[in-house]
């Protein structure tokens, strides 16, 4: 007899549009994320720019010590529920590579969606745990799965886009550009060179910090453009390779247990060895990010080794402009200071080492002029 158990389920495949959050990996992986779904003929839709009210509707429904940039997310998601997306792409990002990890936050985004979302919609969670050998092909088959995308070969062929468009980005912030016109150049497809060399930089830094902390302007309140306009020149992570990272990392006698942490002990280690030596560094982070705390304090234990400036920036919700602002100009004018005691101190030391030299020169003319008397 017929046994309705055993009945194969028949799913209806979803329609091929999809929502992508402004927010965690989407600063990172948008490139990515939009050439594998586009070539696959998706639309594809992101939340608007984070505002007060993304930030409002986030905090709401989260209890009140979640991190900063999850009540972000979570009101970019409900930002794309309103305009009307049902299916959104939530990744659980457990492992990058083998056990080196996402906190828990990341890995476990998609429960803490459904424990706290309680519009329905169609979410679209593939896992990518490493140590787990769930690995980068399995994690983009999953996703297809609910479309009805099931073909190995056609997934594979979507990720080569995806590659493409994602190290077109890359190649373009490593050399300089910066990140919005790389991302959007990435996104037409294009890649451009970087013919505009900015000059007349007094200082430089380099920032350790998320990508989604960093390059969402109202998480970081501009800082990068802040510190263009007060000439310090900027480094951040995409400016610098993950094998530098790594290496920049091993030579401080650490190792590296966060996905995340290229971002940051990575780009502060690598703008602390001697040969890309900045005058200062930067740590950007969130209130109540347990795994930002310990980069930090390592990194801090580090740059006071070297004697490299730090100066630690922690947002959350209430951080306002204006103590952001002072902070960063005190800061900012002590590098100031600090580099120009260091030429005043060069300087004495030339003045030490001319008289010697004009004495020489004395000397010497002295002999002559009585030569030529002779
Ligand atoms: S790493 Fe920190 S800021 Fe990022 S999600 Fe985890 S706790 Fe939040």
Redesign the pocket.
């Known amino acids: 007899m017929f046994n309705r158990d055993q009945k194969e389920e028949i799913i209806t495949p979803l329609p091929k549009k999809i929502g992508i959050p402004r927010a ?1 990996s989407y600063y990172n992986n948008f490139p990515f994320y939009y050439g594998f779904f586009k070539s696959l003929g998706f639309e594809v839709v992101i939340s608007d720019k984070t505002t007060n009210k993304i930030i409002n509707d986030g905090s709401a429904v989260l209890v009140s010590d979640s ?4 009540k972000v997310y979570v009101g970019h998601l409900l930002n794309l529920l309103e305009k009307g997306v049902s299916t959104i792409f939530v990744p659980s990002l457990q492992s990058i590579s083998f056990k080196v990890n996402n ?1 828990s ?2 890995r476990g985004l998609p429960e803490i969606i459904r424990n706290v979302v309680d519009i329905p919609f169609n979410m679209i969670e593939p896992t990518l745990d490493k140590t787990e050998e769930i690995g980068f092909y399995d994690f983009w088959e999953e996703t297809l799965k609910p479309f009805g995308i099931t073909d190995k070969k056609v997934v594979k062929r979507a990720t080569k886009a995806g590659w493409e468009m994602y190290d077109n980005f890359l190649a373009m912030t490593h050399s300089g550009i910066d990140y919005k016109l790389a991302l959007s150049t990435a996104l037409e497809g294009r890649k451009i060179n970087n013919t505009s060399r900015k000059e007349g930089y007094w200082l430089s830094v380099a920032i350790m910090a ?1 990508g989604y902390n960093l390059f969402d302007e109202r998480i970081s309140m501009k800082l990068i453009e802040k510190l263009d306009k007060m000439k310090v020149k900027v480094y951040t992570s995409l400016q610098v390779s993950p094998t530098e990272a790594k290496s920049a990392i091993e030579g401080l006698g650490e190792i590296q247990y966060w996905a ?1 942490e290229f971002e940051l002990t990575g780009t502060a280690a690598h703008f602390m060895k001697r040969e890309n030596r900045v005058d200062g560094i930067i740590a950007l982070s ?1 209130f ?5 705390s310990l980069m930090v304090d390592e990194i801090a234990y580090h740059a006071k080794r070297v004697q490299m400036p730090l100066l630690h920036l922690t947002i959350d919700e209430h951080t306002g402009e204006a103590g952001f602002m002072t902070r960063l100009d005190a800061f900012v004018d002590m590098l100031w200071r600090k580099k120009r005691m260091n030429i005043v101190k060069n300087i004495n030391n030339l003045d030490l080492v001319q008289p010697q030299e004009s004495e020489k020169e004395t000397k010497q003319t002295k002999f002559s002029q009585s030569i030529t008397k002779f």
Request: a neutral charge; proline letters at 12%.
């Open positions: 965690f991190c900063f940039p999850l906190c936050k990341i998320h995340n969130a109540g990010c347990g795994p930002d």
